[in-house]
Every structure is written in structure tokens, then in C-alpha cells.
């Protein structure tokens, strides 16, 4: 179909599309990959998860697309228009690190809601140095238990905002407070 508002697609495939696209001098990521089974798509999310901390930029998971654009229109959309039926994120699991606690501050926002923060032992977690992490709210970070000295394990929330998940009390120094 011809380019423009309710226009088809140019191609019949999506990967037919990419190569026009490069071809036409557009940046393109040499890192898509053209897919024949499930069995080939699973296998390239799991190498691509398998990558994601030497890629040099921070990645939370792969699109999984169906070639024919054909279909497109056929399996239409959810969510009021914004999720297409022919493509799907798979997110990988946030990765985790144990560290110390070494204290909590308590941090109060622009309109006066106080949250505490946890002053860990500098960690390295998907990419980068981890020092501090969020506890959202004084009832959660009562409700983990939390001792001066802990061993906590942290995840990147998204891949993004550091979170403390839970205490390893088992792993508590004798005389945390």
C-alpha cells in the first residue's frame, strides 16, 4: 500500500521491511533477528538475555513481532488501540544482588510524604553501582524486618529504580540493632 494516515503496510513482511528500510540508508539494529518457530524465537530472548549486561546499554527485555504484516490488521489491537495483537514483550527477570544495610535515612519529597531510604554497601547490579534504594514507605520497610548490618537482597525495579526486597536473616551479623 502507498505511505500515510490508514495506509497498509509497505511490505508483506516486517523483516522485508527492515531490509528496505537499511537499504534506504536508515539506522537499523543489526541485532534483529528473522525467527521460523517458537522454538528459534525462545531461543533468541534467552541469548539476548544472556547478553544484556556486556550490551553497553540497558535492555528489560525483547519485542517478539509476527512477520506477515498481512495479519496486522486481521488481529488488530487491546487496550483501547495501544497494544497490538501481533507483537509481544518479553520482559526478562529483574536481576538481583545481596549486599549490607548500612543505615536508613529518611527522605521527605516536595509535598511532604517521608520515605526511607536504604544506605547499602556499594553493589553492582545490571550495569551499574547500587548505594542506595528505595523502601517506598515506613509500614514496608517495617514490615521486612530490617536490621543495621543485614544482608538484603536488592533488584532494580524495571531495570531501573533500586529497591530493597527482603532481609536475609539468616545472614544477620550477631549484634545488628
Known sequence: GEAGAGAGPLHASHWSTLQWLEAAGFAVSPD????CSAEEAVAAAEEWMSRRDSLGYDVDGVVLKLDATALYSLLGTAGGGSD??????WKFPAGEAVTRLQGVELSVGRTGQVTPIALLSPVQLGGVVIRRASLHNIGLAEGLGLHEGDAVVVRRSGDVIPQVMRALPELRPPGAR
Open 84 to 89: 497490538p495483537r501481533w507483537a509481544v514483550a
Open 32 to 35: 534483529n533477528r528473522l525467527c
